[in-house]
Structure formats: structure tokens, C-alpha cells
């Protein structure tokens, strides 16, 4: 097809433009005709108004016909000369067009001719200044652009306003006679979107302020809905697969309910209901849960492993970490190998002897239910029988990941648990292809946690505390700075923390040492004795972010607080306030600038998990909030989630509709080519009908 053969066309093949120039416009992420068409200008020059001196406007940018009247030349400093030029319209006021250090000029200016002006204006000691104009002679109009708005792009290297512009004019007369607007007319008028071949031409030179946004916004659909319209082909491939019937068949489940020590909270019935429903429907569940941390989602997903096991079939439970994958083996310890279940923890730093038993065991049956990072999935190991996958995730896998993962199993049902509320916009995206249950309530009795910021001056006022607390018979936490991307430096800041601590402040205490380079065993040691009780207090690295139980913990110490981000805190602080205990949440912390202040400030004010991921998400972008890039999810080239939730929604509404109505797109060819196009990083997306 012409247009895609135009859009994946290399820029350096126009003419014009050289090695150097191709480079140039590399550095701004411009390959293709495709990227420059998408390098949106980042604001916008108002030339259609010509102005005279007596209705300036400001502080803002003016276009001034006028003579020059006198030119002055003023050496300030050695370093700083001005050149003065003093303009009128013949109105009754005058201005001065001012210039820093361009000598050069001087000679164009010459005294009684008429020039265009175009530069911000501004009032100084008492009089007009318009600020390094650009200036053409009225003869010149077309020159400066005047009657027109023209585009300001971002610019690198040896590239001009004037050279991006030209480009853009000759890519846009070339690409759009060929153009076919891909989306659905009927789509279109619904949703008053501009056609794509205007929007593409507005966005870059505008006939009106007001077009502009309006064609910010059909691009801006464009991608949402080609990412829904992939999230929902996803849905419905996953619909046309079967999926083993589990249903409640025998005594392990109700054995299990029975030996609960608590009633579930309306939202666990909930949400255990609507799984249910999908895990005896025949088809494949996917669904998140999603519930704030110490919810108890994992109760329910025991139960689902559970139901799973009574029917024949394994389960299997993957967490981002060989910690967390630990922590998760001892909890289904407690619970499943009193009922006669066999479990299994497949880890990378297992023993190779070890390692092969386990995965034989997997093969053969013997283990039922398998915990392990997702190394269980990747290093092809066999499962006898996988009916069901649980993935512990903490945003760490999105779309793409999972779509990657699925390919490898056959088609079991998927349950992904998420502890960090996550803003609507954001799940409609990451998380757009599965079904949602909510846990939005916490186990009765449980206290919030008190949160304090302190800066680190109060260091040893903070240790007294901890001293207190231990000596009442509770534990508690101290996590050690976060270094991004060295487990090494991490470990070692944490021993130094670690041993500085057990040889001053707490002599008396038992200590104890947590972190991500220790041997697995050792850390099962660690952990263990932290949950018995034998250990007081645990200088940990930040891996205990996820998952740790321990009741008793009532104190948790954040280092250098400033350095995480808000949903990390909140991780962190829901290690506490799992008992019926008055819990404590306390962050030294001496943040350098406003945003880490009102960072924590907001951690310091809400316990609620979806506020702070409201902010998280505010403050730092979908990017980072959700620890790894998201390919294709969230980097967009124009739509923005945050402000553009409602275009958001519409899309879904669209992509979703349309699919139901043409299964496959296979009345929509050239759509369906364009989401294989934009998705092709995740495979083929199968045909079915
Ligand atoms: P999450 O994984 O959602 O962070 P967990 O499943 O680890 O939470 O549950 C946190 C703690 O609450 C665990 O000790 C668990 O046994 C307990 N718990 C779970 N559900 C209930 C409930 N309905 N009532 C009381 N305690 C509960
Ligand atoms: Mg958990």
C-alpha cells in the first residue's frame, strides 16, 4: 500500500536533506515520515494579526508593521552590545526594537523603510521593547509567515524554525493525497472527530487556535483506539479458546474454609464469586484483583489454586521476586500442606539437584501447586496439567509481557493480583485486557498506620522510639535508601546500616539482615526468625517492598524516604498495621526540592492506596509508576492518559464495540493492518473468526 510504504519511508531519502540533517533530526526521534508527521509543533506563532503600536498586547508575542526611524548602537559591558532601533506606525505612540549582541543587523536596517516585526513586547524604564524581532521588509510578507499561525517545533543540532516547517509542508503535501482515514466513519461522527488528513494538516499549520485542539484530539484517538482495538482482539482470541471446567468437586475447599480462622470481607466474597464464575465458565479466566495492600487477596487465590487442585489439574503462582516467591511458599505451607496438597518453590538459586526434582515433580504431578518467579514459566519447564496461573505482579509485568507469557502455556486461567491501587486510566490501558474485581475494604480491626516525617537531625530520636516499641514486645522495620539500579551498593549500604546499629543503638536488640545478594537459604533464615519473633528488628534493603507478613511488625523506618516513589512508601507501609497493634510508619528524610516534599507530604496524609497512586501517577507519568516502560502501552506520541481519560473511555467504548460487531476486524482490513502494524513487537495476533 502506498501511504505505509510513504510513512516507514527514511527522511534521509528526501531531497534535502543530507547525512547531517538526517542526524539532526534523529536527535529529535524523527526516522521516518511517519515520526515527523507525529513531531508535534510545541506551541503555536499568531502572525494573521498585524498590530499597531497602540494595541499591543504584553508579555506576548506581536507582529508590528512600522518604519525605522533611528538606529543606535550601545556597548553595555565589553561583552554585551545593543543595537536600538526606534519604530513607528505613525500612530501616537513609538516603540524601540531591541537586539543583544547581533551587529550584524545593523545594516539591514535601514532609516524610512517599512519592515515587519514579530517579537514579544514588553514595557521597560518607561518605554515600548520589542524584543529580538525577526524582521522582513512588508515586500517580503511571505517571508515571516505573516497572516498565517505557524508551528514552533522543538529543534537539535543545526535545525531551523524555517527548515522544520518547509520539511513538514513538503511530507504533508506528499503523505496525505494518499492517507486513508482508517477509523470508521460512523466512529468518526460519533464521536465529532476530525478526518485524519485535516487533523494532520491543522496540528502542523492551523487556520485556528480552536482547530488546533480539535486535532490534537483525533490524534491523540487514533492511538488509544488502536491500542484498545488491540487489547480487545486480545479478549476475544482469549474468548475462542477452551479452558478446563473448575468447579467444586470434592472436600479440599470447604476443608480449607473451615480452617480459617476469620469470616472473608464482603469484598473477598465478592470478588472469590466472580471467580468463581469465570473458572467454571469453560473459558479462559483473565482477571485482575485488585485490592490495597493487606486486603487479603491472598486468601482468595489460594482458594483458586485450591478449587484448581480438587479438580485434578496444578497451579501455579509467580512472583516478581525470589523473596516474595519465598514469603508466598510459606504462607501455601501453612495453608495447603496441612490439607495433604503438595507444594513446590522453583527458583533460580535453588541447587541444580534440587532444581531438577522439583521440575520433575512438576512434570510428573506430584506437585500440585508450584510457587516461583517467572523464570517457572520462561525456562520451559512441563507441566503435567496447568489449569491456572496466578501472577503476583506489582505492576512489574503489563499488556505486552503477558501477552508474551500467555503464548507459552496452553490456555489456562490467569489471575493476576495487583497490590497498589491503580488509577482508572492507567488499568484501562496496562491492564485494558483483563476483567477487574476490586477489593476496596480491609480485614476488620485494623488500626491505619501513624505516619511521621522527620528529617534525619531527629535520627537517634527515631531509634528510641524503635527501642520502645521492641521493648513492648513488638518488631519492627528499618529499610535502608534505595539505589536504583545496584543491587550491589544497595546490599552494601544496608550491611554498613546494619552493622553501625547492632554495635551502637541496639546492642541489646537482636538484629537481623535482609537483603536481594544474600543466599536464599540464609534469607529464609532471616525471615523465618523475623516472623517468630526471634529477631526484633530487620535492616532491610528495599526488597521486602513486597509481600512480607508479620503481625507483629508495628514500626517501619524509611531511609532516605525522599528517594522513593509514593507507591513504593505505600508498599513499604503496609508491611505494618497487619495485627490488631497501633502501627507506626516513620520517614527520615531531608528531600532537596518541592516535588520530593510534597511527595512525602502526601504519604504523610492518606492511607488511601488509590489517592496516592492518583498522585504517583500525576507526578511522575504512567512510565515510572509502573517500573518498567510499557511498550507501546502508555508511551504515546500525543495522547496524554492523565488529560485525555475521557477520549480514553471513548476509544475503549469504540474498539471493544467494533470487535464484538467485526469478529477479528475482518470487515476492517486496513485497521486490522494497522494494530499488527503498531503491535507487531508482541506477534501475530491469531486469526480466528
Ligand atoms: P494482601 O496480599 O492483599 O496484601 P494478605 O492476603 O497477605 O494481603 O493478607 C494480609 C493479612 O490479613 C494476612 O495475615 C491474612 O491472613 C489476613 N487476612 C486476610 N483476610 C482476612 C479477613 N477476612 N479477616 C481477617 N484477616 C484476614
Ligand atoms: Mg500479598
Known sequence: MKFLELLDREIRYLKGIGPKRASDFEKLGVVTLEDLLYLLP??????????????????DFNLIKAKVVNVEEVNVRRNLKIIRALISDGSRRKAYAVWYNKGYIKKFLSLGREFLFY?????KYGEIQVQDPEFEPVEDLDALGAGRILPVYPLAGNLT?????????????????????????????????????????EVHFPSSLKEVSKARDRLAFDELFLLQLFLALRVRERKTVEAPVLRPRGDLLREFWNRLSFTLTNAQKRAWK???????????????LQGDVGSGKTIIAIAAMLLAVENGYQAALMAPTEVLAEQHFWVLDQYLTPLGVKIG????????RVKRRVVEEIASGDIKVVVGTHALIQEGVEFKNLALVVIDEQHRFGVMQRAALLKKGDSPHVLVMTATPIPRTLSLTIYGDLDVSIMDEMPPGRKPVMTYWVTSKKREKVYEFVKKRVSLGEQAYIICPLIEESEVLEAEAATKLFEELNATFFKEERVGLLHGRMKSEEKEMVMKAFKRGDLQILVSTPVIEVGIDVPNATVMVIESADRFGLSQIHQLRGRVGRGPKQSYCILLADPKTEEAKKRLSVVVSTTDGFKIAEED????????????????????????????????????????????????????????????????????LIDVS
Request: proline share 5%.
Open 617 to 684: 501517577l500525576k507526578m511522575r507519568g504512567p512510565g515510572e509508576l509502573c517500573g518498567v516502560r510499557q511498550h507501546g502501552v502508555t508511551d504515546f506520541k500525543v495522547a496524554d492518559i492523565l488529560r485525555d481519560y475521557k477520549l480514553l473511555a471513548l476509544a475503549r467504548k469504540e474498539a471493544f464495540f467494533l470487535v464484538e460487531k467485526s469478529p477479528n476486524l475482518k470487515d476492517y482490513p486496513l485497521l486490522r493492518l494497522m494494530v499488527k502494524r503498531k503491535f507487531a513487537e508482541v506477534g501475530e
Open 274 to 288: 466472580e471467580i468463581q464464575a469465570d473458572l467454571s465458565s469453560g473459558k479462559p479466566m483473565n482477571r485482575l
Open 161 to 201: 524554525q524555517k527548515v522544520l516547517r518547509s520539511v513538514v509542508g513538503m511530507v504533508l503535501d506528499m503523505i496525505l493525497p494518499e492517507l486513508p482515514d482508517i477509523v470508521p466513519r460512523d466512529v468518526l461522527e460519533r464521536n465529532s472527530l476530525m478526518d485524519l488528513p485535516s487533523a494532520l494538516r
Open 119 to 123: 517579537g514579544k513586547v514588553i514595557s
Open 42 to 59: 510545541r506551541r503555536y506563532e499568531d502572525k494573521r494579526e498585524v498590530r499597531s503600536l497602540t494595541e499591543l498586547v504584553f508579555g
Open 345 to 352: 518453590l522453583l527458583i533460580g538459586s535453588l541447587k541444580d
